[in-house]
């Protein structure tokens, strides 16, 4: 399978304890997006790299959410202190800079907090 | 903020088409209309997307209106494994020369597809 993978798939933590997520995009796609969304709702973006550089951040990305991208191919999101609130489905996406972008997303991270 | 509505759910017969509509009456000139869905606990599956033409490929049909103000979106011969959540998407871009923005998701159809 050559789309977007993400790790871990499921992740229940205890409130207070830190989570680290690992998105791997689709070779070549040099645009990556993380997205949240929550039970019944639809997702809702947070933050946005072209290449290593984050270049766009949603309000929702507190200062417990960091989210890198340090070689411009894989990316990690780490929420410190976790909190119930948290607990929520975590989206990738991957796009190719070409005509009009498509963002190709993967399967998600569960996260549930106790 | 949501800048699409759509019904909340709709029923199709197997093998009949599907039309799944949607209304994004605040929509600016250089913003896309995409639609993905999302089938349960997967991550959401892109469809098609357009500007102004309507739109074809080998899953759907996209329909939008002379004003840009609303959309179809057609599956011709929808089966079992259509039922899903669709998303009616607005990208807004980032600005500047990007090309890309965010998906601006709103609560989606459900689409029922019945034997």
């Known amino acids: 399978d050559t789309g977007v993978s993400q790790d871990p798939r499921h992740k229940i933590t205890k409130r207070g304890q830190n989570v680290t997520f690992r998105c791997d995009p689709i070779?070549?796609?040099?645009?990556l997006y993380w997205y949240r969304q929550t039970l019944g709702q639809g997702p809702e973006f947070l933050t946005y790299f072209q290449n290593e550089a984050q270049l766009e951040k949603s309000r929702l990305l507190s200062d417990r959410f960091s989210a890198e991208r340090p070689k411009g191919s894989f990316s990690t999101l780490e929420i410190q202190r976790t909190e119930q609130g948290d607990s929520a489905m975590y989206l990738c996406?991957?796009?190719?800079?070409?005509?009009?972008?498509?963002?190709?997303f993967g399967p998600g991270t569960r996260l549930l907090v106790l | 903020d949501a800048k699409t509505t759509q019904p909340t759910s709709m029923d199709c017969a197997e093998g009949r088409a599907a039309n799944l509509p949607c209304n994004h009456s605040?929509?600016?000139?250089?913003?896309?209309v995409y639609w993905y869905r999302q089938i349960h606990s997967q991550g959401p599956q892109y469809i098609i997307h357009?500007?102004?033409n309507n739109e074809t490929n080998e899953m759907a049909s996209l329909i939008i209106t002379e004003d840009r103000k609303s959309s179809t979106l057609i599956l011709p011969h929808a089966t079992l494994r259509d039922t899903a959540v669709y998303y009616c998407i607005v990208r807004v871009e980032f600005g500047g020369s990007s090309n890309t923005g965010k998906l601006i998701f709103g609560q989606g159809t459900t689409l029922q597809v019945k034997p």
């Open positions: 070779s070549e796609h040099n645009r």
């Open positions: 996406a991957s796009s190719l800079p070409t005509g009009v972008e498509t963002q190709y």
């Open positions: 605040t929509i600016s000139g250089n913003e896309y």
């Open positions: 357009g500007l102004k």
